[in-house]
């Protein structure tokens, strides 16, 4: 199906993914060759998109008109492409100041398509009684975006770097449970920030790891722990201990001192977090 845009959106599309990598690489992901309304552009869009996938940069001019030759069929003359080509190149610059403009068209589009795609085919799912896939295709169609985070341009984006800086931005949110490591990581980890913990077998590795999470829980912060090799229900036994200060060989005696203790303790915390495993 094609665009719902005049011609000179579509040419402003194609001029912008032959030019500008930044906006390529936004709209790739959202963008189908069959959703331009006309032959030439559809195949314009192919392969410069397929020559960036190859070789991480834009093709020339030449380039793109040598692959059309390979491309096109019989009954198509390259002299219509290079025509076309000449079109494209003489779009208003003025109209492509703003390619925020075009990238929020694609995305307007690329969403209702993907979208209609994905009703079209849960009708087919929906007699197959296969409700996780419609939920799938939804899901998907839904999360069409071009938010792509290209990461920041160190020798272009040194004044913003330094204003989010000054601004706070990258201030410490999530403690850990010792203090002495909050001291040499500057008062724990920022945003952003991966951590790794790396020790031999045995020494407590996941045992930090839960006390990690039962202090970001307990500093208001929403905490997902996931584990490879305890089942849930043995991690949540050890934030029992960690949260109540209950040994295990109690808790196995009955639950309704823990019961009672994280009752207290929800209603003693301020603004705390939850936790799923």
């Not at 003359?77 to 779009?91: G, M, T, W």
């Amino acid at each position: 199906m094609a665009y719902a845009f005049q011609e000179s959106i579509q040419r402003g599309i194609v001029y912008l993914a032959k030019s500008d990598d930044n906006f390529l690489v936004q709209a790739m992901p959202m963008v189908k060759e069959t959703y331009f309304e006309f032959p030439s552009h559809q195949k314009f869009w192919t392969v410069i998109s397929d020559y960036y996938g190859s070789y991480k940069k834009l093709p020339s001019d030449e380039q793109i008109l040598e692959q059309i030759r390979e491309l096109k069929s019989e009954n198509e003359l390259l002299s219509d492409f290079k025509e076309e080509l000449k079109e494209i190149n003489s779009v208003d610059e003025k109209s492509l100041e703003n390619e925020e403009f075009y990238l929020d068209k694609v995305e307007e589009f690329a969403k209702e398509q993907c979208l209609k795609d994905a009703i079209i085919t849960s009708i087919d799912l929906l007699k197959q009684k296969k409700f996780g896939k419609i939920e799938e295709q939804i899901r998907d169609a839904l999360s069409v975006s071009r938010d792509v985070d290209l990461g920041i341009d160190y020798f272009g984006d040194v004044e913003n770097r330094y204003a989010r800086l000054n601004n706070n931005t990258l201030d410490t949110q999530f403690r850990t449970p010792f203090e002495t490591i909050n001291q040499e990581l500057e008062g724990g980890l920022a945003p952003k920030e991966l951590a790794m913990v790396v020790a031999p077998p045995g020494v407590g590795k996941s045992l930090f790891l839960a006390n990690q999470a039962a202090r970001s829980v307990m500093d208001g912060k929403d905490v997902l722990y996931i584990s490879l090799e305890m089942s849930e229900d043995r991690v949540a036994q050890r934030m029992d201990s960690i949260f109540t200060r209950i040994k295990q060989v109690e808790l196995k005696k009955g639950h309704k001192m823990l019961t009672d203790r994280l009752e207290q303790m929800k209603d003693a915390a301020y603004n705390m977090g939850s936790l799923k495993i």
